[in-house]
């Protein structure tokens, strides 16, 4: 992702929607059509800087420049993110390496700070140094992962669908439908779907134990 330059007259309607409007780092970045960590980034150096609106308000676009210049900031170590506690965040629902960068960039306002592209980039690193022994290699249509999402869907009269999810191991492509239920029958018709879609029937298929102990579960109900 490119960085984003501001010219000096949008830096100077940051300060004053932050410092004059008292709007935060979100609505700001979302009226003057930024990025959240750039709002950040700018509202961090006029800080550091030790300005506020009443002293810039008045000030002209080169004086405003000089200012906001960071002191020293080439001989400044890069603020390293706790990747571990990133990598853990990843998991929560909705959470995206985008969103964690501009936290991480909002967080240190007076530090130097990767841009979106290579904290990506060592993120990548991280992760490869992750449960190396564990790699698996799949010889492609060999083996099937099947299961439903946790998440249901919304249906037009208000009641709530199942998703069946399926996936190969090797190519790691995914099938999805909906279902009424997660009962059995259900489940093979997700199944014969998924087959459908893929073309062919895999050497191998591998369930949860939810999925794999279905049929005993409803027989015990019954």
């Known amino acids: 992702m490119p960085k984003q330059q501001l010219s000096l007259r949008m830096i100077k309607d940051v300060l004053r929607l932050k410092w004059h409007a008292q709007l935060s780092h979100e609505q700001?970045?979302?009226?003057?059509?930024?990025?959240?960590?750039?709002?950040a980034k700018y509202v961090g150096l006029?800080?550091?800087?030790?300005?506020?609106?009443?002293?810039?308000?008045?000030?002209?676009e080169q004086h405003l420049s000089t200012a906001l210049q960071p002191r020293s900031?080439?001989?400044?170590?890069?603020?390293?993110?706790?990747?571990?506690?990133?990598?853990?965040?990843?998991?929560?629902k909705g959470v995206t390496l985008m969103l964690l960068w501009q936290e991480y960039v909002e967080a240190n306002p007076q530090g130097r700070t990767w841009r979106y592209t290579q904290f990506c980039?060592?993120?990548?690193?991280?992760?490869?140094?992750?449960?190396r022994s564990m790699r698996q290699h799949r010889r492609a249509g060999e083996k099937m992962f099947i299961d439903y999402a946790g998440s249901t869907v919304a249906l037009s009269d208000g009641a709530r669908a199942q998703v069946f999810v399926s996936a190969m191991a090797a190519s790691s492509c995914v099938f999805a439908c909906a279902t009424p239920t997660q009962r059995l029958d259900d489940w093979i018709e997700g199944m014969v779907r998924a087959l459908?879609?893929?073309?062919?029937?895999?050497?191998?298929?591998?369930?949860?134990?939810?999925?794999?102990?279905?049929?005993?579960?409803?027989?015990?109900?019954n």
């Open 46 to 60: 006029a800080t550091a800087a030790g300005l506020d609106w009443d002293t810039v308000q008045h000030w002209g």
């Open 28 to 39: 700001v970045a979302a009226t003057l059509k930024i990025s959240k960590g750039v709002v």
């Open 121 to 131: 980039e060592h993120y990548k690193a991280f992760a490869a140094t992750l449960k």
């Open 196 to 221: 459908h879609f893929y073309g062919g029937v895999p050497a191998k298929s591998a369930a949860t134990d939810f999925a794999g102990n279905r049929e005993d579960r409803l027989m015990r109900r």
């Open 73 to 92: 900031q080439a001989a400044s170590p890069v603020v390293v993110p706790d990747w571990g506690r990133i990598h853990r965040e990843l998991d929560r």
